[in-house]
């Protein structure tokens, strides 16, 4: 069971050195992700998700340190913990593997440059060498040659050898001798211009030459999604791309995450407090309260039987026309010096006095769902 | 007293578009665009809309935090004045000769002077303060955090003067345990507390000068979902307890469908549904309605929706398209719907709507 | 009724946000070594500025009534060119006699009596303006921004320096000049109040102020009563510099809290404010200015380092104080006959001396300013 | 709202502030006794003895608007008034001494941007570690030094190392040469003419000259452009599409110089205009320190003896380059953000 899963977090624990008092934000998160299916990752604001989500692209935001655990990632074949890994080898991964979709588009996106310019960073990033090698092709196979392609057609030969050799770059440099990267360009905006066609954009040629402030929100979130996808990742991860959104463009991006899911076979994790997109969109759920995975389920099991007392009190309060609302009472914890053991003690009516005292463990309870509560331990 | 509490009349409120060399208004935005509706005493009224649709802006137009273009707003007026001052204004239109005309204006101003809250000024303006209040969306920035919870709720009482200084202390704690905060909460700035802890301080603020009316602007949207049912069923009891009338603002139609018992749905400045809670949601009309029901998803999974979703997203509403403004996304627009714009009308045991193909024949 | 201990109970809870982030940026200065020595600097000059009596005591013995002024320097003797450093005189002596040690110790009350001067009145009057023209918005603040572009477009030192050369000897204010603005302003008030109709009772008081005023003012018009000159200041040449300085500096502070006012009047409490009916002087003075005044506050007394270097300018170019006056700028400015010789390396102790009084009294405050400057830049600020 | 609107309205917005500081010049001239006012009306040297005849003929002590309208007429024609100091007509004063102080500013104003881009993008991006620490002591020190000091001190130190005390434009034996006929002025400035004029040891000796007051100037100048780059650069840093750049898996120095530079360089360029413009309140100290004969000297000998005419007339002058550059950096602020370029 262990070789198929694409990522495996365990037992991860991250804490904030702010100036307050350190935040231990993951204590012991435990996780995993199939090949080809939509994980949702539901919790409500300060649970930890957007932190773990970071974590598993290897990003922690200062003041943040990872204490312990493992990001056990299978990329082609090979078993990698993140945390191991150094920086270089961490960035072949991000952008390619496992790529990120975030909540406020606009925000995302750099206002000072083109659209075209930010896609295609993330393909001469990653798939330069395949683009110098169709730039060659178009090159040879035009009809008549003149000087300049021959030319171009000798330079390529010798940049698809050495892509990123020191005389190209300095070249790259010069304003008039730059030309060369044309027909490099020409093919980077084809492929562009067709990702932004198969995210069902309008009019594609305009997009990519608009600046982010010209976008409407549906727009700029698919531009960003054309950009994760760009290198189609085995791993999609969307931290809430919906939740700014109205709700009729919520869901045609629900349909889009959708339909791409099956196109590019890759898998998704999908970060939300919206119970609704999860019971749509999601095939497994993972809770998360307080910095840690409470339950993990197949979301048909969730809803129909929540194991964990959190996650029920969490179906039970979604506000039901005619039935009376009933909420969770208290507040949830400060993680600045959090209480002992289970985190959801002083909110939870099963509480004994175990769950004040040991951390319950993540342990599996029946097939492929997973709760962390004293009620089921031993 | 009349049994409806609120009339809003062809109410329309323009933002100036400022463009150009000097700064001259080039165009304007269309926030309300004349939208009438009456609420009853008691009722907790539900408008609901996408980012846009201008219902933030008709919840602080109707209590005069923003000046209306036009259009007029009757507050706890009884009915027999405002069909008074209705037949006035028909005959006034009907009228020929200029001496009637003049007088007929006359009294039509000192009429409005005296009803229409869109018309207040002055100490008529500060009065009405006392009835109309609001609750923000974002408990965070609606708090000034430099300021005692004391101070907060105590100000309205301070500002109208309507109990002796002495007194304020302890009608604050009075608001401050009806809204579920204590004693202990009264010496705290708002950083202190939790969002939902600081909603209810917001509340208790709107609510120390017993208004009659309250618009909740989107009050739940930034709250957690577990929190949000505390508040939803704080709203319900305090409407109980102090009579109180709301307009209740939000994006979210699951909330709408349990708290409100009239819902309108806006779009692009105007009203395109009005009706009981349950008939929105069970037979939508508007073609915009069905697909805001249809897309909002439902917590529950083994009802999959597998529908198509609307297309494209709302239109800038500098420019909004001629004819009925969903036209471009709706599904069933025909060229009628191009050229003519629809009017809200009764299709049936006051379920209202605005749509060309609906008030004609019925589904 | 209340006992001691209660009452600071009482005030420490009433500012306790503000305390915390006094906490927080004594915390960041702390950390910063840069601040560190900066507060040691600006410590080691107070000390100076205390002691300055025993460090230096005037001759004869400073008494209010014969030598009344301590800050003109005992000229030692008429020495034709300056003696170097020696032990009766640690600093050595300029060329007409005046000792540098004097001066320097001196010097500090006057850096001191300069910078906080002209800090706190530019900052009263950019308060006041930066207020009103960030709060009411609309012709009168563009009036009053137009007006602080218009000063703002002089380089600072230059504005001055033409200001400082054009001042009169001395400043005669006759009462009309005074009378008049006053009435227009409070008749302004008045009519404010009448439009925004807040309670008649404060209308009605402001109302008579101004029929009174504009009696009186017209009385003086006609000649009736005597034009007396109700002020009759002789402006000393340092009086010249605080003036010229005080012009130049307030239009930056306007501008900042202008931009604070319009941050903060955006802010859903004010407009909150506006719905429980407050009126416009309980907003500016309960919700905009507390949440707006302490960081200028701060960030403006730590100007006063770049303030004294620009006195310090003005006397090196021989428009500051009167040549016998302890002033740093004076000082230096007695090396100017050397200046284009070789002398000027020879009688180095004129310029160096007071030259590293005025840099490292600069330096001591910008030290601090920048560090609180990036403490409470509420972009750069990382809990 | 567009790039050519935004222009045309700067444009417009500059008549009503060049209007008003006209007016304050004047408000500042009204408080000099009429007695010294009239030096501002004097045309040409035989006109200094006839000074009671102006007072009269321009009507000095007669009410302030007339007069408004007499001067404004005379600054329009160019006649700035007589500088005692300059012993000429303001504006002819000015403009011969006016290459000097351009060839400072040339030197010293790319120096001061470069370093301070790069001095404060090295500070932001190791915020609170050692090289951050000694940029911003350089940069405050350089802020806090006083010009004359810093003069004073490299004179002293160029001094003692070779013996010779640097000041002036050049040394006397090229100024004999520059003097002779053989040599034709184009621009000016000793560094370019003496490179058309081919005379290579004449450009050697002006550079060697302007050295001292180009480091003076730069160093002071540096700092409000370290600290400005700094703070941007750190609140680039803090924004969003950083982590979108770095999700994408660029290098860390690319998600610096490509996304965050370009974002925190366009509020530089605002201050950069006006920089270049208030370095002259830096050179009136700094020529007057090296003798070297700019505006900026004239100016500081025309102030310590309180010669009117002078102060004014470099006042407006300095008044009217503050204005033009500032609309210059509006320009190329609303080009360089697309935010507002293409409205």
Redesign the interface.
């Known amino acids: 069971m262990e070789i198929e899963n694409i990522v495996d977090v365990e037992n991860l624990m991250l804490r904030f050195y702010?100036?307050?008092g350190i935040v231990e934000a993951l204590d012991g998160v435990n996780l995993h992700i199939k090949p080809n299916e939509i994980l949702g990752v539901v919790g409500e604001t300060g649970c930890g998700k957007s932190v773990t989500s970071l974590a598993i692209l290897g990003i922690v935001m200062?003041?943040g340190r990872i204490e312990n655990g493992k990001i056990i990632i299978n990329v082609n074949g090979k078993q990698i913990d993140i945390l191991k890994l150094h920086e270089e080898a961490i960035r072949k991964i991000r952008g390619k593997d496992i790529s990120m979709v975030f909540q406020e588009p606009r925000a995302y996106l750099n206002p000072v440059y083109t659209v075209f310019d930010q896609i295609s960073e993330v393909l001469i990033e990653h798939r330069k060498q395949e683009f110098i090698n169709r730039a060659l092709q178009t090159l040879k196979n035009q009809p008549k040659k003149s000087t300049i392609t021959n030319f171009y057609i000798s330079i390529y030969e010798k940049w698809s050898k050495n892509p990123n050799s020191l005389l190209i770059r300095f070249l790259s440099k010069i304003p008039i001798l730059r030309r060369f990267q044309n027909p490099f360009k020409k093919e980077l905006r084809k492929e562009v211009v067709q990702l932004l066609k198969s995210l069902g954009m309008a009019d594609p040629e305009r997009v990519a030459d608009s600046y982010p402030h010209e976008l409407s929100g549906g727009m700029a979130q698919r531009v960003v999604i054309a950009m994760a996808l760009a290198c189609n990742p085995t791993l999609l991860i969307c931290d809430e791309p919906t939740t700014n959104l109205d709700v009729t463009v919520q869901a045609q991006i629900l349909e889009l995450i959708r339909a791409l899911r099956a196109k590019f076979k890759s898998s998704i994790l999908y970060i939300t407090h919206d119970l609704g997109v999860i019971a749509e969109l999601c095939e497994r759920v993972a809770v998360m309260y307080a910095g840690n995975v409470v339950e993990l389920a197949p979301v048909i099991e969730l809803f129909k039987n929540p194991l964990h007392p959190y996650t029920r009190a969490l179906l039970e309060s979604i506000p039901r026309p005619g039935q009376p609302f009933k909420s969770i009472p208290g507040i949830v914890p400060s993680l600045i010096n959090p209480p002992k053991g289970c985190r959801f003690n002083e909110r939870c009516n099963y509480a004994m006095d175990i769950c004040y005292k040991i951390k319950p463990k993540f342990i599996k309870v029946k097939e492929d769902h997973f709760v962390a509560c004293h009620l089921y331990g031993e | 007293m009349s049994e409806k509490i609120l009339h809003i009349k062809s109410l329309k409120k323009y933002y100036p578009v400022l463009g150009g060399v000097f700064r001259r208004k080039i165009a304007e935005v269309k926030a309300v665009d004349n939208v009438s509706l009456e609420i009853r005493r008691g009722e907790c009224f539900g408008v609901v809309g996408e980012s846009g649709c201008g219902k933030t802006t008709l919840a602080k137009t109707t209590?005069r935090?923003l000046e209306p273009t036009e259009g007029r707003i009757y507050f706890n007026v009884d009915e027999d004045i405002i069909s008074k001052i209705e037949k006035l204004e028909q005959n006034l239109m009907s009228e020929r000769d200029k001496k009637t005309k003049s007088t007929i204006e006359a009294e039509l101003r000192k009429l409005y002077h005296q009803y229409d809250v869109a018309k207040f000024?002055?100490?008529k303006?500060?009065r009405l303060?006392?009835e109309m209040?609001?609750v923000?969306q974002?408990p965070t920035?609606?708090?000034?955090?430099?300021?005692?919870v004391k101070d907060i709720v105590g100000?309205?009482l301070l500002?109208?003067r309507v109990v002796e200084k002495k007194k304020i202390p302890e009608k604050v704690l009075q608001i401050l345990k009806k809204v579920g905060l204590g004693e202990q909460h009264l010496?705290r700035?708002p950083?202190e507390f939790s969002g939902g802890q600081r909603q209810r301080i917001?509340i208790a603020?709107a609510l120390v000068?017993q208004p009659k009316f309250v618009a909740l602007d989107e009050p739940t949207s930034s709250v957690d979902v577990s929190v949000r049912a505390q508040l939803l069923e704080l709203f319900q009891t305090l409407q109980k307890d102090m009579n109180l009338t709301y307009m209740f603002i939000t994006h979210d139609l699951n909330v709408v469908e349990c708290i409100s018992n009239r819902v309108a749905v806006m779009y692009l400045g105007k009203i395109v549904e009005l009706a009981e809670t349950g008939k929105i949601f069970s037979e939508p009309l508007h073609p915009y309605t069905r697909a805001l029901t249809e897309s909002a998803p439902i917590p529950d999974p083994t009802r999959k929706k597998m529908r198509a979703p609307l297309k494209g997203e709302v239109p800038s509403p500098i420019n909004p398209p001629a004819g009925c403004r969903f036209h471009p996304r709706c599904p069933l627009a025909i060229d009628i719907c191009r050229s003519k714009e629809p009017i809200l009308m009764d299709a049936g045991n006051n379920h209202f709507v605005a749509c060309h193909l609906m008030t004609k024949s019925t589904k | 009724m209340f006992s001691l201990r209660e009452r600071i109970q009482k005030w420490k809870?009433?500012h306790?946000?503000?305390i915390k982030e006094l906490k927080?940026i004594l915390?960041r200065i702390r950390?910063?070594?840069?601040s560190l020595l900066g507060t040691f600097i600006i410590a080691f000059y107070i000390i100076i500025a205390i002691l300055a009596p025993i460090l230096a005591p005037p001759q004869p013995s400073w008494d209010i009534f014969k030598n009344p002024n301590p800050f003109i320097i005992p000229d030692a003797y008429n020495s034709v060119d300056p003696t170097p450093p020696s032990p009766q005189h640690p600093f050595g002596i300029t060329v007409e006699g005046y000792d540098i040690y004097y001066g320097c110790i001196w010097g500090t009350i006057t850096a001191f009596r300069v910078g906080v001067m002209v800090v706190a009145l530019s900052l009263i009057i950019g308060l006041a303006v930066g207020i009103i023209a960030g709060y009411y918005g609309g012709l009168v603040d563009e009036i009053l921004m137009?007006?602080t572009?218009?000063?703002i477009?002089?380089?600072?030192?230059?504005?001055a320096?033409?200001?400082?050369?054009?001042?009169?000897p001395a400043l005669t204010l006759d009462a009309p000049t005074i009378l008049i603005p006053i009435t227009v302003v409070i008749a302004l008030i008045t009519l404010l109040q009448f439009l925004?109709?807040t309670s008649k009772r404060f209308a009605n008081i402001s109302l008579a102020i101004t029929l009174v005023l504009a009696v009186v003012s017209a009385l003086i018009m006609f000649g009736i009563v005597p034009k007396i000159n109700v002020v009759q200041m002789p402006l000393t040449r340092l009086d010249k510099v605080l003036i010229a300085l005080i012009l130049v500096g307030w239009p930056g502070y306007a501008r900042v809290i202008r931009g604070e006012v319009l941050r903060a009047r955006s802010?859903?409490?004010v407009?909150?404010?506006?719905?429980?009916?407050?009126?416009d002087s309980?907003i500016i003075f309960?919700?905009i200015v507390?949440?707006t005044i302490y960081p200028i506050l701060i960030l403006a007394s730590l100007d006063i380092?770049?303030i004294v270097?620009t006195a310090?300018?003005l006397s090196?170019?021989?428009?500051g104080a009167e040549p016998s006056y302890a002033d740093w700028g004076q000082l230096?400015q007695k090396?100017e006959p050397y200046?284009?010789?070789?002398d000027?390396?020879r009688y180095?102790y004129i310029?160096?001396i007071p030259?590293?009084f005025?840099?490292i009294?600069?330096?001591g405050?910008?030290?601090l300013g920048?560090a609180i400057r990036?403490v409470l830049?509420p972009?750069?600020r990382?809990? | 709202m567009g790039l050519r609107e935004y222009i045309i309205r700067r444009i417009i917005m500059i008549i009503?502030?060049i209007i008003?500081?006209v007016i304050?010049?004047f408000a500042?001239?009204q408080?000099?006794?009429p007695g010294s006012r009239a030096l501002l009306y004097v045309r040409t040297e035989r006109d200094l003895q006839f000074l009671d005849q102006i007072i009269k003929a321009h009507k000095l002590d007669a009410s302030p608007v007339e007069q408004f309208a007499d001067w404004l007429r005379q600054i329009l024609e160019g006649n700035f008034g007589w500088t005692r100091v300059g012993r000429g007509p303001v504006l002819n004063v000015m403009f011969a001494k006016w290459p000097a102080t351009i060839e400072i500013v040339m030197f010293a104003a790319p120096l001061t941007i470069i370093f301070g881009i790069i001095l404060g993008v090295i500070s932001a991006v190791h915020r609170?570690k050692l090289p951050d620490?000694i940029t911003?002591?350089i940069s405050?020190?350089g802020?806090?030094?006083?010009?004359?000091?810093l003069g004073?001190?490299l004179?002293?130190l160029t001094?003692?190392t070779t013996g010779t005390?640097i000041?002036g434009r050049v040394s006397n034996s090229v100024v004999n040469i520059v003097k002779s006929q053989a040599w034709h002025t184009y621009t000016g400035l000793y560094t370019i003419d003496g490179i058309i004029n081919g005379r290579f040891d004449v450009v050697l000796d002006a550079l060697k000259h302007l050295a001292l007051p180009v480091i003076v100037i730069t160093t002071i100048n540096m700092a409000g452009i370290i600290?400005l780059m700094r703070?941007s650069m750190?609140?680039a840093l803090?924004k969003n599409y950083i982590i979108t750049a770095k999700a994408k898996g660029l290098k860390n120095t690319k998600v610096i110089n490509k996304h965050a530079r370009r974002n925190a360089l366009i509020p530089v360029v605002t201050i950069a205009g006006l920089m270049v413009?208030?370095m002259?309140?830096g050179l009136?100290?700094t020529e007057?320190?090296f003798?070297f004969e700019g505006v900026g000297q004239w100016?500081?000998q025309c102030?310590?003896q309180?010669d009117?005419a002078g102060?004014?007339g470099?006042?407006i002058f300095?008044?009217l380059l503050?204005?033009i550059s500032?609309l210059i950096v509006d320009i190329l602020y609303a080009y360089i953000d697309p935010r507002i370029r293409l409205g």
């Open positions: 702010t100036y307050e200062p003041p | 209590i935090i000024k002055g100490s303006l500060h303060r006392r209040q609001i923000y974002d920035t609606s708090l000034n955090p430099r300021m005692l100000e309205p500002i109208h010496y700035y950083h917001a603020r000068l | 809870k009433a306790e946000v503000s927080f915390f950390k910063s070594p840069l137009r007006f572009d218009i000063i477009c002089f380089p600072g030192l230059i504005l320096m033409a200001f400082v050369v054009a001042l009169p925004k109709r802010e859903d409490y407009e909150a404010a506006k719905a429980i009916g407050a009126s309980r309960k919700h507390p949440n380092g770049s270097l310090a300018a090196f170019l021989g428009i230096v090396c200046m284009l010789g070789v000027i390396v180095w310029w160096l030259g590293a005025i840099f009294f600069g330096l405050w910008n030290l920048d990036d830049d972009t750069l990382r809990r | 009503p502030i008003g500081a304050l010049i500042v001239v408080l000099i006794p609170d620490h911003r002591l405050i020190a802020y806090s030094l006083p010009s004359f000091w004073l001190i004179l002293s001094y003692i005390v000041t600290r703070s750190l609140e803090t413009a208030s002259l309140s009136i100290i007057t320190v003798a100016a500081a102030a310590t309180l009117i102060v004014i470099f006042t300095t008044g503050f204005v500032n």
